[in-house]
């Protein structure tokens, strides 16, 4: 166990619905990034949050919004959703402010389907 | 733009074999970090080992060391005495002065019995 709760591990959804994804964050961690996972792909950067404000973007699509709450925990929220986003997505927190020096704490996942 | 490449989309070698996953970036930082993720079947994203620019010591754990060649801008991940549960995609990444990661496209490593 990580540490990183994300849940619910898996969701099958129809098209032009929409769907909030929960990440807990290791405890101490300040920091919640959130990553798109395609089959067989790379990772994509979607968004991060320090202490309840945004404060990265990456190639998230105007249909996806975030937030981070006062005890920490994030959600991602994705409307209108399409084949095309159907993917594995990932949390990771980091400790504090400052460099993470060991990289991310990653969750298991949200393996996302949409039919 | 800061970029990572990992030109081995797939490799494969024999239980017990050494293997060596390559990787290179681009930046024009001098103070940065690298790390080496694994990705096994269970899709959980583990970190494997991590370096720091301005340190000359490739980093090593256990079975797993790196060459790191900050002046070739290369960072290869080299697996000794490969297992079975080495069996996975691995990831190369970058992270910036902004403390994002900056990600390869992976690798997948098959090890044999």
């Known amino acids: 166990d990580s540490g990183v709760t994300q849940t619910p591990k898996h969701l099958i959804t129809a098209t032009g619905q929409r769907v909030t994804l929960r990440c807990s964050p290791r405890?101490?961690?300040?920091?919640v990034y959130w990553y798109q996972q395609s089959l067989d792909q790379g990772l994509q950067f979607l968004i991060q949050?320090?202490?309840?404000?945004?404060?990265a973007k990456g190639n998230i699509l105007e249909r996806f919004s975030a937030q981070q709450f006062p005890d920490l925990h994030s959600e991602l929220n994705l409307s209108s959703l399409e084949l095309g986003d159907s993917a594995l997505y990932f949390c990771?927190?980091?400790?504090?402010?400052?460099?993470?020096?060991?990289?991310?704490?990653f969750g298991s996942g949200t393996r996302l389907t949409v039919v | 733009a800061q970029t990572v490449t990992q030109s081995q989309p797939e490799m494969s070698v024999q239980e017990a074999e050494t293997v060596t996953l390559s990787c290179t970036y681009d930046?024009?930082?001098?103070?940065?970090?690298l790390f080496w993720y694994k990705q096994p079947p269970s899709r959980q994203m583990i970190l494997v080992i991590r370096?720091?620019?301005?340190k000359q010591q490739n980093a090593t754990e256990n079975r797993f060391s790196v060459n790191f060649q900050k002046a070739a801008k290369s960072f290869s991940l080299k697996i000794s005495d490969s297992q079975l549960g080495d069996t996975a995609m691995y990831f190369c990444?970058?992270?910036?002065?902004?403390?994002?990661?900056?990600w390869g496209a992976g690798t997948k490593l098959i090890i044999k019995p």
């Open positions: 990771a927190s980091s400790v504090r402010e400052g460099r993470p020096l060991y990289g991310y704490t």
């Open positions: 930046t024009s930082e001098s103070n940065y970090y």
């Open positions: 405890s101490g961690d300040l920091s």
């Open positions: 949050y320090y202490n309840g404000e945004e404060r």
């Open positions: 990444a970058f992270m910036d002065s902004n403390y994002q990661l900056i």
């Open positions: 370096q720091e620019a301005y």
